[in-house]
């Protein structure tokens, strides 16, 4: 069992910067990858970022690429998500998770935290 707890969600001016953390249980972190989704309100959770277990690799959505960057301290037990030139289409609740391959597919995973709210004003 893994258990995800996010944090650094809140309110932001557009063109602003946030940087969302997923803390980790458990001591098999450094095997899974790790995702970043978020679902706006009265939209589908999408992908947003993901990266493998060593961090050698990081997939984007389109939407994020140039602004976001994902990252991880298997040693910590945590992965990041730096958000640089926030949009008000930014605005959602943002999920890590966690699952054996780096995916943008939401069923690959296998363990969700509950979310934090990050909302970009304009």
């Known amino acids: 069992q893994v258990q995800l707890v996010e944090t650094g969600g809140g309110l932001v001016q557009a063109g602003g910067s946030l940087r969302l953390s997923c803390a980790a249980s458990?001591?098999?972190?450094?095997?899974?990858?790790m995702g970043w989704f978020r679902q706006a309100p009265g939209k589908e959770r999408e992908f947003v970022a993901v990266?493998?277990?060593?961090?050698?690799?990081?997939y984007y959505a389109d939407s994020v690429k140039g602004r976001f960057t994902i990252s991880r301290d298997n040693a910590k037990n945590t992965v990041y998500l730096q958000m640089n030139s926030l949009k008000p289409e930014d605005t959602a609740v943002y999920y890590c998770?966690?699952?054996?391959?780096?995916?943008?597919?939401?069923?690959?995973?296998?363990?969700w935290g509950q979310g934090t709210q990050v909302t970009v004003s304009s």
């Open positions: 990266v493998s277990w060593s961090g050698g690799r990081t």
């Open positions: 458990g001591r098999t972190f450094s095997s899974y990858a």
């Open positions: 998770a966690a699952g054996s391959l780096p995916s943008d597919y939401e069923g690959s995973y296998d363990y």
